[in-house]
């Protein structure tokens, strides 16, 4: 083919790499049939090059459709490092120019938002007949469709691309310029309405494994909205990057330094190589970008005095005191939505403050760049190759970069300030916090100056950073493809990464705050439902099931996650609580079923040791996974939008299934099941309320404590 015989030599020149993936050279030969493609493939796989080659190959211009200015301008920055000119047009350019030299062809790549084309629609017709437009790409193509996770109405006009750019005069010929649409994250619902909504015709449909082989899941319960927990959660992170030097002591400056401590004069301990190799600099641009922010930011509110040793035990040995401290206090300050100053402590509220779709999209900030072209853009390249070689680059990225996901914004703040009492230097990242501040969580965590960032999901779709090696969400994701697609910014550069989940498994996910008519919310719960199935179960690999989720099938365990690692807990013979649960919903079974609640009041009345809703939760749900029960509400509302209605968390009304009363006839019939995440924390705390309470009311049942209760009364008489 003529195309692949330029691609080693423009591959080797600007990329670096000597080979395409497959899957790029199936996107990119649709391409150059001049057929619409549509690319589904893992997070960190490659798609970028398959619209980024065709324009090195053609001479042509490249549109690409992104949905945030801040993954637009990072794409131009890494193509600019790469020798290719790119821009970006819309609200976030601030040069009226670069936008008529991008009608002019002069750059390769021009990166737009779906809300700039309608107005860009004549130049872009103007440029498809000079220059030539080689292809359009629909970046994150996922956003197009509404039963995707990050809907963006916008994306669903890019339908017009595929009519208005069919037959197109260039230099005499009649051309038709492809459409690409290229997502990680779809399921089949979703693939099917990105083709249905961009109308492309047909498609090449380039699909690879979502399995990312070197990533390592694991669940862990935890009582995330507990004052506790973060100590006993993140003490692993904060020892690993305090040991990689992340609290050595930053220098005063300006407005800050007035308010701070002399330093304490202890010894350092840190290793003389990591000493010699931190650059002071790099601490005071954190804190130039937060006093930027500050300065930016009306509602600061002013420093508070004397506190940041309020609590000196955990200022660790090694580290002095950080002028980084007081900068969470300006992070908290221009959030605006925190009274108090005890913020080392989780929030206590489980109510998230944050609406998805707006946060996602609030955490883009505008850049002030130009496009890359030209003498600009050598002097760049030679910069960031600089940078890239270099010996800090190496010694900073040792611990690896990390970023934690909250469930609010005011978890963020609170997390980021824990963090920093303890020595570790990070910033917190949420669509409220100026956008100042944000770029510059974006600058100084891409280029390895900063190790952790605390955020809500407003950070994530184009972090492109290869070194980062822990991913935690801390509390329930809102769907599985969110929960894929932000654990997909870790081990992007091949090496084992760690994505953590913890969620407290005695509470159910509730839904974030949003406009969605009775279907879409039918919908969200169903995508929580999920994720619940996916922590709670103990007995499935992780990454299998997050894989049969996006319908593929992994025939070998992954052996790194929790499950194939530990094993799953030992099977335990449960035919006695099932038919105690059977005979419980049988009775009042009027066509609806038996309220899930009133059975489990009845059970522990009949006297059983499973005393707590939880385990029957759970156990209940293992029952209609297996069709002994039926759920009357939950099916209705679930069945028709998932595969796996039976399963859902939100138990109602219960009745028994033809196998569910055979089970009851049988007598010989043994259940084992692997008790799953929710049994397991109900017995655990079953055992610690047995050890705390008072020996004689250890294990009894309600009926026997009545019993004991009406012989004290008739003894006292
Ligand atoms: N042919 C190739 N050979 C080797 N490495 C490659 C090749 N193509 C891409 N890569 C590397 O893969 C990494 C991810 O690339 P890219 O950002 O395009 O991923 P992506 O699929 O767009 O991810 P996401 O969906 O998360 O945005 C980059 O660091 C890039 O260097």
């Given at each position: ?579 105690q649960?059977?005979?419980a ?12 609640k009133e059975a489990v009041k009845s059970i522990r009345h009949e006297g059983t040791k499973r005393t707590t809703r ?72 079953n055992?610690e309320t047995n050890k705390n309470s008072p020996k004689e009311s250890r294990r009894t049942s309600p009926v026997q404590h009545s019993k004991r209760k009406t012989k004290r009364k008739q003894n006292s008489r």
């Amino acid at each position: 083919m003529e195309w692949e015989k330029r691609t080693p030599y423009l591959l080797r020149k600007h990329f670096g790499y000597k080979n395409l993936k497959c899957f790029q050279r199936r996107a990119i030969d649709a391409w150059a049939q001049h057929r619409d493609c549509f690319v589904l493939s893992a997070s960190g796989s490659g798609k970028s090059l398959c619209y980024q080659l065709p324009a090195l190959i053609s001479n042509k211009v490249v549109i690409v459709i992104s949905p945030l200015i801040s993954l637009m301008h990072d794409q131009c920055m890494q193509l600019a490092a790469a020798g290719v000119s790119a821009c970006f047009l819309g609200s976030g350019q601030p040069d009226h120019g670069v936008e008529l030299r991008a009608m002019y062809g002069c750059y390769s790549l021009v990166y737009m938002c779906p809300e700039s084309l309608p107005r860009l629609a004549r130049g872009l017709q103007d440029l498809a007949q000079s220059k030539g437009i080689a292809l359009f790409a629909v970046d994150e193509a996922h956003c197009v469709s509404k039963w995707g996770h990050d809907f963006r109405p916008e994306y669903g006009n890019l339908g017009t691309l595929r009519k208005d750019f069919t037959d197109i005069i260039w230099r005499g010929q009649k051309v038709r310029i492809p459409v690409m649409a290229l997502t990680a994250t779809a399921t089949d619902r979703v693939r099917d309405d990105v083709l249905e909504c961009l109308h492309l015709s047909n498609p090449t449909i380039v699909i690879t494994s979502f399995n990312r082989p070197n990533l390592m899941f694991t669940v862990h319960h935890s009582k995330t909205t507990h004052p506790e927990s973060y100590k006993a959660d993140f003490e692993p992170v904060i020892r690993r990057y305090k040991r990689s030097g992340g609290g050595r002591r930053l220098p005063c400056q300006g407005l800050l330094s007035s308010r701070s401590k002399p330093p304490h004069k202890v010894p350092d301990l840190r290793p003389r190589q990591l000493q010699d190799n931190q650059p002071a600099d790099e601490a005071a641009e954190i804190e130039r970008a937060t006093c930027v922010a500050r300065a930016k930011c009306p509602e600061v509110a002013p420093l508070p005095g004397g506190n940041l040793d309020d609590d000196p035990e955990h200022i660790p040995m090694e580290f002095e005191e950080t002028d980084d401290d007081v900068e969470s206090y300006i992070t908290q300050s221009t959030v605006g939505d925190i009274q108090d100053r005890k913020e080392t402590q989780p929030s206590t509220s489980n109510t998230p403050d944050i609406e998805k779709a707006e946060e996602r999209r609030g955490g883009d900030f505008e850049v002030q760049s130009r496009g890359y072209s030209g003498s600009k853009l050598r002097r760049l390249r030679r910069k960031f190759s600089v940078q890239r070689g270099g010996n800090r680059t190496k010694q900073r990225s040792r611990a690896g970069a990390c970023i934690i996901y909250m469930p609010t914004r005011t978890e963020t703040v609170n997390l980021t300030n824990y963090f920093r009492r303890r020595g570790v230097k990070c910033m917190a990242y949420h669509s409220q916090l100026p956008k100042e501040h944000l770029k510059q969580v974006h600058e100084l965590f891409q280029s390895d100056r900063l190790q952790v960032v605390i955020a809500t999901i407003a950070f994530g779709m184009g972090i492109n950073k290869p070194n980062i090696t822990h991913v935690i969400h801390y509390g329930w994701p809102q769907s599985l493809e969110d929960y894929y697609q932000e654990s997909g910014r870790a081990g992007r550069d091949g090496a084992l990464s760690h994505c953590q989940l913890f969620v407290d498994m005695t509470t159910l996910p509730t839904l974030l705050a949003s406009f969605r008519n009775k279907h879409e919310t039918i919908l969200a719960r169903n995508m929580l439902a999920q994720c619940h199935r996916y922590a709670i179960r103990t007995d499935i690999c992780r990454t299998q099931m997050l894989m049969e989720y996006f319908n593929e099938k992994l025939p070998q365990k992954c052996q790194l996650c929790d499950v194939c690692i530990s094993g799953p807990p030992k099977e335990e013979d449960l035919t006695q609580e099932a038919i105690q649960m059977m005979k419980a919903i049988k009775h009042s079974n009027r066509g609806r079923g038996r309220n899930f609640k009133e059975a489990v009041k009845s059970i522990r009345h009949e006297g059983t040791k499973r005393t707590t809703r939880l385990w029957w939760r759970g156990f209940v749900r293992i029952l209609l996974e297996h069709g002994y029960l039926k759920d009357t509400t939950t099916e209705k509302t679930f069945a028709a939008e998932s595969k796996h209605s039976r399963t859902s968390p939100y138990l109602k009304f219960l009745m028994p299934t033809s196998k569910g009363l055979r089970l009851l006839r049988s007598k010989k019939c043994k259940l084992k099941f692997h008790p799953q995440g929710d049994m397991i924390v109900a017995m655990q705390m079953n055992e610690e309320t047995n050890k705390n309470s008072p020996k004689e009311s250890r294990r009894t049942s309600p009926v026997q404590h009545s019993k004991r209760k009406t012989k004290r009364k008739q003894n006292s008489r």
